[in-house]
């Protein structure tokens, strides 16, 4: 569609410009090949993208096509050298904009190359210097880490846990359990009944 509009509004130029016998046969063989094109295209389109395609295509094609053309007959109509001025600017700006289109999706691709080359080049910098610090980081914190727990012992009196006295004492009422084994014992295993 805006390839189109580009041969169409360069198609008006040739018509302006005198000498621009050039510019309108190249111009009326490429919109007539572009009219083929959107036909096609719009007979193809899924129905439910149809109806806004042809909006599109008459708002582009024919409003601002028929709104360029009206400016510079009407308003530029005393003036021959600036309605060829204008048209050409238009017709340049479109024509830039046409081609610089498909860039605007390299944009982000440009800028996430730079990113990822700057990450690299730091990486590639940096990568050997980054494992001292943290090895001596890691050996300070185990010394500090030992020595703190050093003089925690010694401000601090930790009962020791010895295995009768640290375990609770059992209560149980002999009558309900008649096979119950004492575990309640700093002596090794042996089993007891109860009666």
């Given at each position: 569609?805006?390839?189109?509009?580009?041969?169409?509004l360069?198609?008006?130029?040739?018509?302006?410009?005198?000498?621009g016998f050039?510019?309108?046969?190249?111009?009326?063989?490429?919109?007539?090949?572009?009219?083929?094109?959107?036909?096609?295209?719009?007979?193809?389109?899924?129905?439910?993208?149809k109806?806004?395609?042809?909006?599109?295509?008459?708002?582009?094609?024919?409003?601002?096509?028929?709104?360029?053309?009206?400016?510079?007959?009407?308003?530029?109509?005393?003036?021959?050298?600036?309605?060829?001025?204008?048209?050409?600017?238009?017709?340049?700006?479109l024509?830039?904009?046409?081609?610089?289109a498909?860039?605007?999706?390299?944009?982000?691709?440009?800028?996430?190359f730079l990113?990822a080359?700057?990450?690299?080049?730091?990486?590639?910098?940096?990568?050997?210097?980054?494992?001292?610090?943290e090895?001596?980081?890691?050996?300070?914190?185990?010394e500090?880490?030992?020595?703190?727990?050093?003089?925690m012992?010694?401000?601090?009196e930790?009962?020791?846990?010895n295995?009768?006295?640290?375990?609770?004492?059992?209560?149980?009422?002999?009558?309900?359990?008649?096979?119950?084994?004492?575990?309640?014992s700093?002596?090794?295993?042996?089993?007891?009944?109860?009666?």
């Amino acid at each position: 569609m805006t390839t189109l509009l580009s041969t169409s509004l360069w198609t008006f130029y040739g018509v302006l410009k005198p000498g621009g016998f050039l510019v309108v046969t190249v111009n009326v063989a490429g919109a007539a090949l572009h009219i083929v094109y959107v036909i096609l295209f719009l007979i193809y389109a899924p129905n439910n993208t149809k109806v806004r395609l042809v909006k599109l295509v008459g708002a582009v094609n024919i409003v601002f096509l028929g709104a360029v053309i009206l400016v510079t007959l009407v308003a530029l109509e005393n003036n021959k050298s600036s309605r060829i001025t204008f048209v050409g600017f238009v017709c340049a700006g479109l024509t830039i904009g046409m081609y610089a289109a498909p860039l605007s999706s390299m944009v982000p691709n440009g800028i996430g190359f730079l990113l990822a080359s700057a990450q690299l080049i730091l990486y590639m910098t940096y990568r050997n210097k980054s494992n001292i610090p943290e090895k001596l980081e890691e050996k300070m914190e185990e010394e500090e880490g030992s020595a703190h727990l050093f003089k925690m012992q010694h401000l601090v009196e930790i009962p020791s846990l010895n295995k009768g006295h640290s375990l609770p004492k059992t209560s149980v009422v002999p009558q309900y359990n008649h096979n119950i084994i004492k575990t309640l014992s700093l002596t090794s295993y042996q089993p007891e009944m109860l009666s």
